[in-house]
């Protein structure tokens, strides 16, 4: 396990001095690793040399680790969430002693999504548990749970993980993964290793680098740039319920693209574009990227308010891609003051008079 020191530490000190409570209740934001620390706890409890995460040789640690130790009950939620009828069964399990050993463990996930009479029927097990019994229960954040249930148990408060530590949880899931595009999930996922792996399935990662690789080989030809933006812009609405993140990806890489301009060359902002960094720094001024940043999130509001997803493509790639180039030539003052300095018509003027030059090369 990465990261969680306080929880662990709790629990491995009542492991040590034999003060196991009965319940505990891990609480934290999802994928942290609240299932992981059960787990180790689980195999803590049932395991001949009591160590956390088991020894992994005795008969104990190697029945659990097939999943078929008949001490250890795993309650996870049938759909969105633990069933009535689940509790009944483990309530009926709870009336024998254990089997193999002295010690029974159940875990109960995700119980924060329990409907009323779920939890009702299992706060008399928390209450009082037959000897024998420990009962681990894991909860997201996301929901509130019901205090008759946390007031029952021990907490144990799990947090979201620093971003490098959780980049680190995550290649080594997928050692194929960048240290970059490792970063720039974790940043995106919040700290939580659980859901940045649930991004990677996305595949968004790949289309985003597409997606910049074609904008900055866009035409300056405008018929031709209107229909490469178009056929992007197809492209990305067919991502459908994706889209958001695929916003909140896009929104990440310019925003880091802006800290690179404000910070000058040199400085390595976590992302997972190197090379591609570079050329989008060449290609979008502080302004253009200021008037991107402001797109994305107006394109992610119209998304929010039912605007059709190709419109919302549409309109938020082409001004991506219509964004005046950055001036070759260095300049003496700083762009910074530009930017703020022109306004809307000036800027399309500018835009508009250089096209015309482009198109004329
Ligand atoms: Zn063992």
């Given at each position: 396990m990465v990261g969680q020191e306080r929880p662990l530490r709790l629990l491995q000190r009542a492991l040590a001095g034999g003060r196991l409570a009965h319940a505990y209740l891990l609480r934290g934001?999802?994928?942290?690793g609240k299932r992981t620390a059960a787990r180790a706890l689980a195999a803590a409890a049932l395991c001949r040399e009591a160590v956390f995460g088991g020894c992994g040789l005795c008969p104990a640690c190697r029945k659990l680790r097939q999943s078929v130790h008949p001490d250890f009950v795993h309650l996870a939620p049938q759909g969105t969430a633990i069933k009535i009828d689940q509790i009944r069964g483990l309530k009926d399990a709870l009336?024998?002693?254990?089997?193999?050993?002295?010690r029974r463990v159940v875990l109960l996930e995700r119980?924060?999504?329990?409907r009323p009479e779920a939890a009702n029927s299992l706060l008399k097990v928390l209450e009082e548990p037959p000897p024998g019994n420990l009962l681990l229960l894991t909860a997201d954040e996301n929901e509130p749970i019901l205090s008759t249930i946390s007031s029952r148990c021990q907490l144990l408060a799990f947090g979201p993980l620093p971003r490098e530590l959780a980049a680190l949880v995550l290649r080594r899931e997928?050692?194929?993964?960048h240290e970059a595009e490792a970063l720039a999930l974790a940043a995106l996922a919040e700290g939580s290793p659980g859901r940045a792996l649930a991004l990677h399935a996305t595949g968004m990662l790949a289309f985003r680098r597409s997606l910049i690789e074609r904008l900055l080989d866009s035409s300056d030809n405008q018929a031709v740039l209107t229909r490469e933006v178009l056929a992007l812009a197809a492209e990305a609405a067919e991502l459908k319920e994706h889209l958001p993140l695929l916003f909140d990806l896009l929104r990440l890489f310019f925003r880091d693209l802006m800290v690179r301009r404000l910070a000058g060359p040199g400085f390595e902002a976590g992302s997972d574009l190197g090379p591609l960094l570079e050329r989008a720094r060449e290609r979008w001024s502080f302004a253009a990227l200021s008037a991107t940043l402001s797109a994305i999130d107006t394109a992610s509001r119209a998304l929010a308010q039912n605007v059709t997803r190709t419109l919302v493509c549409e309109t938020l790639l082409f001004t991506i891609a219509s964004q005046k180039k950055e001036d070759p030539l260095p300049r003496p003052s700083p762009e910074y003051g530009r930017g703020e300095k022109e306004t809307r018509g000036q800027k399309s003027e500018i835009r508009e008079g250089r096209r015309g030059q482009v198109a004329a090369q």
């Amino acid at each position: 396990m990465v990261g969680q020191e306080r929880p662990l530490r709790l629990l491995q000190r009542a492991l040590a001095g034999g003060r196991l409570a009965h319940a505990y209740l891990l609480r934290g934001p999802e994928g942290v690793g609240k299932r992981t620390a059960a787990r180790a706890l689980a195999a803590a409890a049932l395991c001949r040399e009591a160590v956390f995460g088991g020894c992994g040789l005795c008969p104990a640690c190697r029945k659990l680790r097939q999943s078929v130790h008949p001490d250890f009950v795993h309650l996870a939620p049938q759909g969105t969430a633990i069933k009535i009828d689940q509790i009944r069964g483990l309530k009926d399990a709870l009336r024998f002693a254990p089997l193999a050993g002295d010690r029974r463990v159940v875990l109960l996930e995700r119980v924060q999504a329990m409907r009323p009479e779920a939890a009702n029927s299992l706060l008399k097990v928390l209450e009082e548990p037959p000897p024998g019994n420990l009962l681990l229960l894991t909860a997201d954040e996301n929901e509130p749970i019901l205090s008759t249930i946390s007031s029952r148990c021990q907490l144990l408060a799990f947090g979201p993980l620093p971003r490098e530590l959780a980049a680190l949880v995550l290649r080594r899931e997928l050692p194929e993964l960048h240290e970059a595009e490792a970063l720039a999930l974790a940043a995106l996922a919040e700290g939580s290793p659980g859901r940045a792996l649930a991004l990677h399935a996305t595949g968004m990662l790949a289309f985003r680098r597409s997606l910049i690789e074609r904008l900055l080989d866009s035409s300056d030809n405008q018929a031709v740039l209107t229909r490469e933006v178009l056929a992007l812009a197809a492209e990305a609405a067919e991502l459908k319920e994706h889209l958001p993140l695929l916003f909140d990806l896009l929104r990440l890489f310019f925003r880091d693209l802006m800290v690179r301009r404000l910070a000058g060359p040199g400085f390595e902002a976590g992302s997972d574009l190197g090379p591609l960094l570079e050329r989008a720094r060449e290609r979008w001024s502080f302004a253009a990227l200021s008037a991107t940043l402001s797109a994305i999130d107006t394109a992610s509001r119209a998304l929010a308010q039912n605007v059709t997803r190709t419109l919302v493509c549409e309109t938020l790639l082409f001004t991506i891609a219509s964004q005046k180039k950055e001036d070759p030539l260095p300049r003496p003052s700083p762009e910074y003051g530009r930017g703020e300095k022109e306004t809307r018509g000036q800027k399309s003027e500018i835009r508009e008079g250089r096209r015309g030059q482009v198109a004329a090369q």
